[in-house]
């Protein structure tokens, strides 16, 4: 380490010991070189006020101030050792020099003076080892010695007293002085390579517990961990960037070099997909150049993961696009100052989880630059928070950022990420969201064109159900949707043959913008059409035109959008009270959906449920409430932890359900007929999920084959009447279970 420069920075309120460790042969590592740890014990002495220390040597290696203060303890003993030599002078101490007694003290003085630098824990053991030689030697006359042994208990009391020594006293039994796999308990740095701004804690936590582990597309290895002293899970990630050799990452440090030098201009950035794959093929074929420049052999495996690693760290978004890689995860959120928090998730097996990323500023303004370019939304003073979606291999996320002075600390971003593919009710019910009976009902109102709003409080799944809604109207009609942010799964369902039209307009907490109104964005779907409509959250004024919309679109399509509220009355509330909507306006919803989650007794655990399905009536005046203008179709029974049906639904009173009914002949008056298509859709809903979960294959549940049931439901349905005359709901079902057995054959035999 004699080759290292030293030097210390001040960066924000923290002190950064900078140690150039790349001329160094030996590894930078406070833990394993006791070289290393002598430059820095040195350093220490000469600057007090260092919180941080990081090493150089192709990567950094960062240890942070709780683990600095181990070793400031012990600097500071050692200081006080210096500042007394005559204290701790043997002439002055003996008063006179026994061959002996001076052949230990010079032992002493070198453990004092020198090894504690390099080696404080193995220093402690044999100042103890010492002491109990010294008392056997002299145990007829340790008075001659006495002292010596009061240096020794001196100087073994200060060490006890630390940190360092209490932490690592239950592991020094049979410790051999030397092992340095000692301080690995306690010193493990935060890594992050050349060409990262973020950086990884990338060892395990020492008494974490395993409870999970999977790979990700990338081959990142996931590792969640139980910890003893914290309720929140460890998600620990090493991704490939961590796994490279010496000589790749000295390659992938000089094409990043090349490539930064271009940096895309927001032209370009308005279409990432296609910057991410010319940075792809440019940084692909520059890999390969600069490798055989070096006589490095590649694999083609290995350059194209570089490559991909490479584009990460340029026009991505770092280790933020590995977290949105898992399917698992819901939310991500990071907080300001960057550089000191983790980065902290959602799971949708272990709930809140913290994680080994600590970004940095560097990352942040990175991050908070492309998200500009790509939206066209200012993030700025006058604009401090910016709402937008993101598009990365793997995954779509929804994103919110806010900056000074709303955050006084700087940047800090939520991450939503929204599933691959659409949710559906068969998925609902898989995860208890839904009843079998709950998504029957849902596909009967839909298919009768009424008017919803899903109601419920963040993160309760609302956008999710509004999506899986979409793929319950049948493909036969145009659907138009309306977001400030791209949530929705238009462009999924376009692909499997919807007539979709997506319009994005401003978002409202936007002060400046050159897009289109929500307001506007609404009363434009009047004038593009018969369609069904669905407006990703209703926030502002445009609630009013959304009304509209319902108004107009009465009894003729779908129209549905999304709304925070916890109840029936909730929502009114803040339709008529906030956003001022005319209560006979407000008439015009149909029916409320109220989803929510649900908590354990422990408060350790939540699962999304659908709590309320409730139909608005339309013969009360001033107040829903009070004049019984809701009622509920179905309520959540936590006994059974399920929707049940209630007594009005049970009896057949439902103005909703009868109006439907009235446009059809069939059912017209006949309130049996209108209960047993109901118990009909649900029966084909619960008997897909069946099969998905006999044959372990939940593929059956997503969008592309659940549109495919709806699809045959209809043209049976229609065949059944065809052939006898009437609707009959065992032989719609049977021949709808044959073609069902017949589909998943073929698709286990492609």
Not at 215 to 222: A, M, Q
Not at 293 to 300: A, G, M, S, W
Not at 647 to 659: P, Q, R, T, V
């Amino acid at each position: 380490m004699n080759n290292c420069k030293t030097k210390v920075m001040l960066e924000g309120d923290e002190y950064i010991l900078m140690v150039d460790c790349n001329q160094c042969p030996l590894s930078a590592s406070l833990e394993d070189n006791k070289e290393c740890m002598n430059t820095i014990f040195s350093s220490l002495l000469k600057n007090k006020n260092v919180t941080k220390v990081v090493l150089s040597q192709k990567r950094d290696y960062e240890y942070n101030e709780k683990q600095i203060s181990l070793l400031k303890e012990i600097a500071e003993i050692y200081r006080r050792i210096i500042e007394n030599k005559t204290r701790f002078s043997l002439i002055n101490a003996e008063g006179s020099v026994d061959k002996k007694v001076s052949e230990y003290y010079v032992r002493f003085k070198k453990f004092i003076l020198n090894e504690i630098k390099s080696d404080p824990v193995g220093t402690y053991v044999e100042l103890v080892r010492l002491r109990r030689e010294i008392k056997v030697e002299f145990q007829d006359n340790l008075n001659k010695v006495s002292n010596l042994l009061s240096m020794l208990d001196e100087i073994i009391g200060m060490l006890e007293r630390t940190k360092l020594i209490t932490i690592l006293k239950p592991y020094l039994p049979g410790y051999v002085v030397g092992d340095r796999r000692i301080y690995s308990k306690i010193f493990y740095p935060t890594i992050k390579p050349d060409f990262m701004f973020s950086k990884l804690m990338a060892t395990y936590p020492h008494e974490g517990e395993v409870i999970d582990s999977y790979f990700l597309p990338d081959e990142t290895e996931v590792t969640i961990f139980s910890l003893p002293d914290n309720l929140l899970k460890l998600y620990h990630i090493i991704p490939p960037e961590l796994k490279l050799s010496e000589e790749e990452y000295t390659i992938l440090d000089k094409a990043r070099a090349i490539l930064t030098e271009h940096t895309p201009n927001r032209e370009e950035f308005t279409n990432p997909t296609r910057v991410r794959d010319v940075f792809y093929n440019v940084g692909r074929d520059l890999i390969e150049e600069l490798a055989q420049q070096d006589n490095i052999n590649l694999t083609p495996e290995k350059i194209d993961q570089m490559a991909k690693i490479l584009v990460r760290y340029t026009v991505g978004f770092g280790l933020i696009e590995i977290l949105l890689e898992d399917e698992n995860i819901q939310d991500i959120t990071i907080n300001s100052p960057q550089g000191k928090n983790k980065v902290f998730l959602i799971h949708s097996k272990h709930e809140d989880c913290f994680t080994n990323i600590i970004p940095t500023t560097a990352d942040a303004e990175s991050w908070a630059s492309k998200l500009r370019m790509i939206s066209g939304r200012p993030l700025d003073e006058a604009n401090p928070i910016l709402d937008t979606e993101i598009e990365v291999p793997y995954a779509r996320a929804r994103v919110a950022v806010v900056t000074q002075p709303l955050n006084p600390n700087g940047l800090a971003f939520a991450f939503r990420r929204h599933r691959n593919k659409p949710w559906t009710l068969p998925l609902f019910i898989k995860n208890r969201m839904l009843s079998p009976l709950a998504a029957g009902l849902l596909s009967f109102l839909i298919d009768g064109s009424r008017t919803f709003l899903v109601a419920g409080t963040r993160s309760a799944g609302k956008s999710s159900l509004l999506g899986a809604m979409m793929v319950e109207v049948m493909r036969k009609f145009r659907i138009i949707t309306i977001e400030d942010t791209l949530e929705l799964p238009g462009e999924y369902l376009k692909n499997l043959g919807y007539n979709i039209q997506q319009l994005k307009v401003a978002s409202a907490l936007s002060k400046q913008s050159s897009e289109a109104s929500a307001t506007e964005g609404i009363r434009t779907t009047l004038r593009l059409g018969d369609s069904a409509l669905f407006v990703g959250e209703v926030r502002s004024e445009e609630a009013r035109a959304l009304y509209e919309a319902m108004r107009v679109g009465a009894l003729a399509n779908v129209v549905a959008g999304t709304i925070h509220g916890d109840s029936p009355y909730g929502v009114y509330d803040r339709i008529v009270n906030d956003l001022n909507v005319p209560k006979t306006s407000f008439k015009a919803t149909d029916i409320i959906i109220v989803a929510n989650q649900i908590r354990s007794p422990d408060g350790l655990k939540r699962e999304r449920r659908v709590l309320q399905i409730t139909e608005v009536r339309k013969n009360w005046e001033n107040d829903p409430l009070l004049e019984k203008g809701f009622v509920d179709l179905m309520k959540y029974d936590p006994e059974e932890d399920a929707l049940v049906v209630t007594n009005e639904l049970m009896n057949g009173d439902s103005e909703i359900l009868k109006s439907i009914a009235g446009n059809v002949r069939e059912w017209a008056g006949n309130w049996d007929a209108i209960w047993d298509n109901i118990l009909l859709r649900a029966k084909i809903k619960e008997e897909l999920v069946k099969v998905s979960e006999n044959l372990k294959d939940d593929s059956l549940l997503e969008a592309d084959f659940v549109i495919a049931c709806n699809d045959q439901f209809h043209k049976i349905s229609d065949k059944v009447k065809n052939d006898l005359g009437k609707l009959d709901s065992k032989e719609i079902f049977s021949r709808w279970k044959a073609w069902l057995d017949f589909a998943v054959r073929n698709r286990e035999k492609s």
